[in-house]
Every structure is written in C-alpha cells, then in structure tokens.
C-alpha cells in the first residue's frame, strides 16, 4: 500500500506539477525535469512570486515637470493583479460643477469647457475623474512603473520641440493639439518609410485618418482610410532597413501571406462616405487617385485595381 502511495505521488507530481507550471507563465519542461530530480519539492518554485520594486516620482502640478517630489515604491508580484475600484464621481474635477452622470471617457464640462479625463491612479488602484493635468501625470507614472518611461520622456522632448518649431513658423501664434500631432505624424511617416517599417508608416497613416475625422474632415479622412487598405492589401512588414540598401535577412517588403483588410478601418470608410453622400463606384475613383499620388513613393505589390477587388468585397460584407 505505502509503494503505490509512493508510486501515485510521484505520477501525480510528473504530470500536474509542469502543468501548474505552463498555467503561470514558466516553462513546463524546466519544471518536468526539476520533478524527476526533487519530486514534489519542485513546486516551491512556482510559489515563489517574482517581486518587482520600481521607484515612481509624482508630480507636484504647481511645479514644473523637472521639480518632481513624492517618492513612491510600488512593489508587485505576477500574479497580483487587483481589479481597480471605480472612485468616479459626477463632478468637474476643474471646477466643481455637478455633472448629469459620471463620464467613463474623455468628455468636456458643460460649465467651464474643460475636459475630463478618467484614468486609473497607480497609487490608490482606482479610477478616477481628472483634469488634462493630472492625467498627464498618471500616464507618467504607469511609463515608470510599465518601464517605458525612457521613450515617454523622449516623445514629450519632442513634442515640446515641435510646438516651438510651430510657434516660430506661426509668428507667435500658439498651434492647436492637432497642428502638432499632425506635424508629429508627418515626421514618423518620413520615418517609417526612409527605412521601409512599412507596417508603423501604415499606422501612422491610420492615425493621419482618425485625426481628420475628428475635425470632420470626412473626405481628407477616407483618402487615408483607403490608402490604409491599399497598403494592407499588400501585406506590409517592418524591415528597418534604409531604402536602397540591401536587406541581409531577405525579407521583403511586402508579402501577401500577411495582407489582412481590418474590420475597423472598413466600417470607418463606410461612416464617412456616407457623411459625404459617396456611392462605392466614387470610392474606387477616390483610391486610384490617391494610388497615383503615392505612385513611387510605396513600393505597392498589386495594381490598385486589384487592391480595389479585395477591398470592395469586404466593403460589400458589413
């Protein structure tokens, strides 16, 4: 009876142990190997949670960002995930005015024009109503926790640098959040292209559309939106590689096994040609205009009537 005890425990841990291991993210045959040599004692590694101390700053808003105070440790554990509290509330978190319900997203205050924020605060793990403000202010701290602070900070450099630049070429005059976005944008798609990341220059054009659209500029928007599935109809890929020069690995540009048409970017070409009253024949026409304007420019892998097909098939389907 004690040898097929001995004999049961010891299957048991062969098989649920590296399972038990696969469930929490660590490698199953690491942990097969570690049962056959230590049998059941094996599992104490996978009860042992991985601790990370990530020192945070939170800014004082009545200082600049270089003035940080407040040190903050934030240690975590992989499997210590906690579902935030909702401490919204339905006031103006700028002026105090009470408000007709509590906003879930970015929305502006009917008093003050303001606009709200709701963000979850790393510091207390619940979500909150915020000004533009302190919402800068948690998205910095989550890039400190996340690791990313590092390319946060250079895109806020850079995003400083390019509304002076604006500023300068606009003798004085403060440009709006979409002239330096947009000009933002028009620097990451030279970017992208100078080194064939065909991919990130197809989601910045993406981005391009979402910002017209939002100004309601319906008709600009669909030329992106249609040049988006242009290039994903080709099957765009990162290759990071400087045109002109060779590629050492070989891979291409473009390659149809990864041409994919997003659902998303289809339904928005519909909204707008609606809001501009434009039949399907109208968008073919609107494509092959903008196909001729990037004529050399993208090195495209079909002709845009062929891209034209895929599209309007999928178009037809929602």
Known sequence: MTEFLIGFIGILSLLGIPYLAKKRGRNPFLFFFLTLFIGPLAVIFLLKRKEIAIKTKTVDPAHPADNLKIDVVTTFGVDDY????????????SCGFGLNKVPGAKTKCPHCAAYMYVRTDPTTNSRVVV???RAEEIEDEWAKINGTWEF????KRRYEETKAQLTKNFNGA???????????LNEDSIKHSSIQDWGLYRNTIFEMGELLRKEEKHAMALEKYLLVCYIDTCGPNNISTPLGQKNEFGQKAFSKDDAFLAPGVLERILKSAKKLDKDLDSLKEILLNVAGQYKGAIPFTMSPDESWEEIINELKRI
Not at 86 to 92: G, I, P, Q, Y
Not at 152 to 155: K, N, S
Not at 174 to 184: F, G, H, K, Y
């Open 82 to 93: 906690v579902e935030p509290t909702d401490e919204r509330t339905a006031f103006c978190p």
């Open 131 to 133: 000004t533009a403000e």
């Open 152 to 155: 946060r900070e250079a895109e």
């Open 174 to 184: 403060t440009p709006s959040e979409n002239d330096i976005r947009w000009s933002l």
